[in-house]
């Protein structure tokens, strides 16, 4: 029935934000900062830097109500079982949420789209530390 309300769909971020063009620039722009970082560089596998960004720009974009692409390919995404091979600890947080909100801020304009986006980033990033910085008592030595 027109003009009633709970007919119309609701609008995705994935769409508001431009499709799959729009993660693949956000993605882009993280990338540039990762690549000269001392910190981060070092956890990506020299020979996969290009497989990489291709499975960030298709989680993000299926995360965001684009195409399940990244799920076809690759499962459930399993972020912390993904990440916990690597160190991931307050620094190296730190540095993904400062090339991430460098790159949305590139690429995004101030409102709903960015904060959207940073609303997640954010605890994202921590959720994914594995470094706690204390000691586990329990895989001591008697």
């Not at 993904?82 to 801020?105: I, Q, S, T, Y």
């Amino acid at each position: 029935m027109a003009g009633d309300p709970s007919s119309e769909l609701e609008t995705t971020l994935y769409e508001a934000a431009g499709g799959m063009p729009f993660f693949v620039s956000l993605v882009d722009a993280f990338y540039e900062g990762i690549v000269t970082d001392a910190v981060l560089l070092p956890l990506y596998p020299a020979d996969d830097l290009h497989g990489a960004r291709h499975r960030l720009t298709l989680f993000l974009a299926q995360y965001w109500g684009g195409p399940t692409t990244y799920m076809d390919e690759r499962g459930h995404p399993k972020l912390r079982m993904r990440h916990m091979p690597f160190h991931v600890g307050p620094a190296e947080r730190d540095h993904w949420l400062l090339h991430m909100a460098a790159a949305v801020e590139r690429v995004t304009q101030p409102g709903p789209i960015r904060d959207a986006l940073m609303g997640y980033f954010v605890p994202a990033a921590e959720h994914l530390r594995n470094d706690t910085g204390l000691p586990i008592s329990s895989a001591r030595p008697a």
